[in-house]
């Protein structure tokens, strides 16, 4: 069961990468390649952390039930806050268009529920 788990994680990520670089094309396309690199900076700051925290959760074997939940809360609000630091590091250091950030981010954080939808559909 932990394999599979970890299987569906690993391509929800692959999931959030192609959802970064079809983002970056249709920017590109249509604004400017500023606007691309914008979009793919701001789904990279929900990619990195959703790595982290695959990685993390999945990288311990033996664990209780309370431990999981509790490594799962603590995952996830790490997740949170390195998602928030590197939105605000992305924001003040780079000369970003800040729609097309937000849009990046939102679009790789709901591409989650995308496949959350697929599983239970499947």
Aim: with cysteine.
């Amino acid at each position: 069961m932990l394999q599979k788990a970890r299987k569906d994680a690993y391509k929800l990520i692959i999931l959030q990468i192609a959802v970064a670089m079809l983002l970056f094309v249709v920017w590109w396309w249509f604004k400017d390649f500023a606007a691309g690199i914008s979009a793919i900076l701001g789904a990279i700051a929900c990619i990195i952390p959703s790595i982290y925290f695959v990685h993390k959760f999945f990288s311990k074997h033996e664990r209780t039930t309370g431990q999981i939940i509790r490594d799962f809360y603590i995952g996830e609000l790490v997740k949170l806050f390195m998602s928030a630091i590197f939105l605000v590091l992305i924001v003040k250091f780079l000369p970003v268009q800040l729609v097309a950030v937000v849009i990046g981010y939102v679009a790789a954080y709901l591409s989650i529920l995308l496949y959350g939808f697929y599983v239970v559909w499947k």
